[in-house]
């Protein structure tokens, strides 16, 4: 059984930037796109950033583009999101995910991601 580690999250200020990395346990031949997930209390888990190696294609939500980036190794299913000009409103548990679907677009329903990490809160305070 593959597991999926995040680090990286913690408490920063509006402005500030964090990074973080997701690692697989165990190397994979099933993995075909990554993507990483959030969700503030009370809310739905909704799609951040998403990364295809088929292609290497990436996407990103509209309130992330331009300050968020992601980038992985698909040699090592490792995971990482850059994030810049941080704001409150990204505060949230942020989960990395796995998909087994084989295909150039990056999808955002969490539907077709089927591995889960525990999640690593992210806190930015104003």
């Known amino acids: 059984q593959v597991q999926l580690v995040e680090s990286g999250g913690g408490l920063v200020q509006a402005g500030d930037s964090l990074r973080l990395s997701c690692a697989a346990s165990?190397?994979?031949?099933?993995?075909?796109?990554m993507g990483w997930f959030r969700q503030a209390p009370g809310k739905e888990r909704e799609f951040v950033a998403g990364?295809?190696?088929?292609?290497?294609?990436?996407d990103y939500s509209d309130s992330v583009k331009g300050r968020f980036t992601i980038s992985g190794d698909n040699a090592k299913n490792t995971l990482y999101l850059q994030m810049n000009s941080l704001k409150p409103e990204d505060t949230a548990v942020y989960y990395c995910?796995?998909?087994?679907?084989?295909?150039?677009?990056?999808?955002?329903?969490?539907?077709?991601?089927?591995?889960w990490g525990q999640g690593t809160q992210v806190t930015v305070s104003a």
């Open positions: 995910a796995a998909s087994p679907v084989r295909h150039s677009t990056v999808f955002r329903t969490r539907s077709s991601y089927d591995r």
């Open positions: 165990a190397r994979t031949f099933s993995i075909y796109a």
């Open positions: 990364i295809t190696w088929i292609g290497g294609s990436t």
